[in-house]
């Protein structure tokens, strides 16, 4: 029997779970309703459901008209792809109606709104999965694998640096991502991803975090722009004298971004192309933190947003050796329509340094398409109708999705108040957390 599926917020993301449900497994999903603030992306996501998957357009609801979608069209899952701050309102609306979630990544922005989600699910007694599609990625897999099995033991360090390069981390400072009060920043919007997979890789829990950070690159105030010969630029490329000598330059009539974005200004106002040396703009673009897990370990982490390469270097040290693994990912803008977070085979290493013995290269556990091959299997496994075994419990659901970014939000508090910032501080209630037991040799 099919489940029936509603879909809230038609950005580039949401293009992927249209997708599966219509085209990929339309035995097991049935999409009932859409529903959007901009009449444009609803017209645009049914036009394409018509014309490229050849299926009936669906029912169409504006976001003021949510609740009445979930009335008229009876969906069982909704699934929330908004902006971040928006995330806690659909999810909690749609608890109480009765209808489960799937909601993207981040789980929110803040531990007020956190503690709102964890409260509704734990009153509604409904379900709720976050989707972390790097932990269905194949060398993200072999590493949990590896830890799992206890190849170095009890882990006691992790060393984590992530670039975002200048094409996908300049990207956050064009979007409504640039001020936190939409998204969180990037140490909630983006390094949820990477806060979750070290929980999972680890099967621990944050306790205590310690943050520094700055924005140093982006923004009005950095002195890039005029180091680079960008005086006199606009607020958006479109409109902007310096088009032809910025390397930032988006052109927002090419491609997928004109049906998207600029076809579709008109009906809210939002410019898909703010410059990245513009205003207003208050997330940082450079950060550093020190976590400690309740497993005893400890973790420090970099995020990087103007580096010239994508991809990302973990080390862990444990009682019975080290393990290396790094990973490059390919070049894309979000919604630029190529495969975004593609693993490049020939910077994807994985090493072994046991104690006392000789180090040996792993070969690395590869995938085909989004997010290092996470994206099919993640998607697959959200639209099963019967969940399958799965000795590593990729799925997340409302503790995950909290854990990872409650990591983010006190980094936030610590870089505001400069001090240390404990988890338990933020929410409290959190439901055990679902992983699976660790060797340690």
Same mark, same amino acid.
């Given at each position: 029997?099919?489940?029936?599926y509603?879909?809230?917020?038609?950005?580039?993301?949401?293009?992927?779970?249209?997708?599966?449900?219509?085209?990929?497994?339309?035995?097991r +999903?049935?999409?009932?309703?859409?529903?959007?603030?901009?009449?444009?992306?609803?017209?645009?996501?049914?036009? &394409?459901? &018509? +014309?490229?998957?050849?299926?009936?357009?669906?029912?169409? *609801?504006?976001?003021?008209?949510?609740?009445?979608?979930?009335?008229?069209? #009876? =969906?069982?899952?909704?699934?929330?792809?908004?902006w971040?701050?928006f995330?806690?309102?659909?999810?909690?609306?749609?608890? @109480?109606?009765?209808?489960?979630?799937?909601?993207?990544?981040?789980?929110?922005?803040?531990?007020? #709104?956190?503690?709102?989600?964890?409260?509704? &699910?734990?009153?509604?007694?409904?379900?709720?999965?976050?989707? !972390?599609?790097?932990?269905?990625? /194949?060398?993200?897999?072999? &590493?949990?694998?590896?830890?799992?099995?206890?190849?170095?033991?009890?882990?006691?360090?992790?060393? !984590?640096?992530?670039?975002?390069?200048?094409s996908?981390?300049?990207?956050?400072?064009?979007?409504?991502?640039?001020?936190?009060?939409?998204?969180?920043?990037?140490?909630?919007?983006? %390094?949820?991803?990477?806060?979750?997979?070290?929980?999972w890789?680890?099967?621990?829990?944050?306790?205590?975090?310690?943050?520094?950070?700055?924005?140093?690159?982006?923004?009005a105030?950095?002195?890039?722009? @005029?180091?680079?010969?960008?005086?006199?630029?606009?607020?958006?490329?479109?409109?902007?004298?310096?088009?032809?000598?910025?390397?930032?330059?988006?052109?927002?009539?090419?491609?997928? $971004?004109?049906?998207? *974005?600029?076809?579709? @200004?008109? *009906?809210?106002?939002?410019?898909?192309?703010?410059?990245?040396?513009?205003? =207003?703009?208050?997330?940082?673009?450079?950060m550093?933190?020190v976590?400690?897990?309740?497993?005893? %370990?400890?973790?420090?982490?970099?995020?990087?947003?103007?580096?010239?390469?994508?991809?990302?270097?973990?080390?862990?040290?444990?009682?019975?050796?080290?393990?290396?693994?790094?990973?490059? @990912?390919?070049?894309?803008?979000?919604?630029?329509?190529?495969?975004?977070?593609?693993?490049?085979?020939?910077?994807?290493?994985?090493?072994?340094?046991?104690? $006392?013995? /000789? +180090?040996?290269?792993?070969?690395?556990?590869?995938?085909?398409?989004?997010h290092?091959?996470?994206?099919? =299997?993640?998607?697959?496994?959200?639209?099963?109708?019967?969940?399958?075994?799965?000795?590593?419990?990729?799925?997340?659901?409302?503790?995950?999705? %909290?854990?990872?970014?409650?990591?983010?939000?006190? %980094?936030? #508090?610590?870089?505001?108040f400069g001090?240390?910032?404990?988890?338990?501080?933020?929410?409290?209630?959190?439901?055990?957390?679902?992983?699976?037991?660790?060797?340690?040799?």
């Amino acid at each position: 029997m099919k489940k029936r599926y509603a879909q809230v917020g038609l950005g580039s993301r949401s293009t992927i779970y249209t997708q599966a449900i219509v085209q990929t497994f339309p035995k097991r +999903a049935e999409l009932v309703g859409l529903c959007d603030n901009n009449r444009g992306r609803l017209e645009l996501c049914n036009s &394409v459901i &018509v +014309a490229k998957y050849k299926r009936s357009a669906v029912p169409m *609801y504006r976001a003021t008209e949510f609740d009445r979608m979930i009335a008229e069209r #009876k =969906p069982q899952v909704v699934i929330v792809t908004t902006w971040d701050c928006f995330h806690d309102h659909y999810i909690i609306r749609a608890l @109480e109606a009765g209808c489960d979630v799937i909601t993207e990544k981040p789980l929110t922005t803040d531990a007020r #709104k956190c503690q709102r989600i964890i409260d509704a &699910v734990r009153r509604t007694g409904r379900q709720l999965r976050v989707t !972390f599609n790097y932990r269905y990625s /194949p060398p993200r897999i072999q &590493v949990k694998d590896l830890l799992m099995r206890g190849v170095i033991g009890k882990v006691l360090s992790v060393h !984590f640096s992530w670039l975002l390069n200048t094409s996908h981390g300049a990207d956050y400072f064009r979007r409504w991502h640039r001020e936190k009060k939409n998204s969180g920043g990037l140490m909630v919007h983006k %390094a949820t991803h990477h806060f979750d997979l070290v929980n999972w890789w680890l099967s621990a829990s944050p306790v205590e975090v310690f943050a520094r950070g700055a924005r140093r690159f982006y923004g009005a105030d950095s002195g890039t722009a @005029e180091r680079l010969g960008l005086k006199g630029h606009a607020q958006r490329c479109l409109v902007c004298p310096c088009q032809r000598r910025c390397k930032f330059y988006l052109d927002l009539r090419q491609g997928n $971004f004109k049906e998207m *974005y600029l076809d579709c @200004e008109h *009906y809210d106002g939002y410019f898909r192309d703010r410059c990245v040396f513009g205003r =207003p703009m208050d997330i940082e673009d450079t950060m550093n933190l020190v976590v400690r897990y309740d497993t005893g %370990a400890f973790m420090s982490y970099s995020l990087n947003a103007f580096s010239p390469w994508e991809g990302y270097s973990v080390a862990f040290n444990g009682m019975r050796g080290r393990l290396e693994h790094d990973c490059m @990912e390919s070049i894309y803008i979000s919604g630029d329509g190529q495969v975004p977070g593609k693993t490049i085979p020939s910077g994807t290493r994985l090493r072994l340094y046991p104690h $006392f013995k /000789p +180090a040996q290269m792993i070969p690395s556990w590869t995938g085909q398409g989004g997010h290092g091959g996470g994206d099919n =299997p993640m998607l697959a496994d959200l639209f099963a109708l019967r969940p399958s075994r799965d000795p590593y419990q990729r799925s997340a659901d409302v503790a995950s999705g %909290a854990l990872s970014i409650l990591t983010g939000i006190a %980094a936030n #508090k610590s870089m505001q108040f400069g001090r240390p910032i404990r988890i338990d501080s933020l929410v409290k209630r959190i439901p055990p957390v679902k992983l699976p037991p660790m060797k340690e040799g």
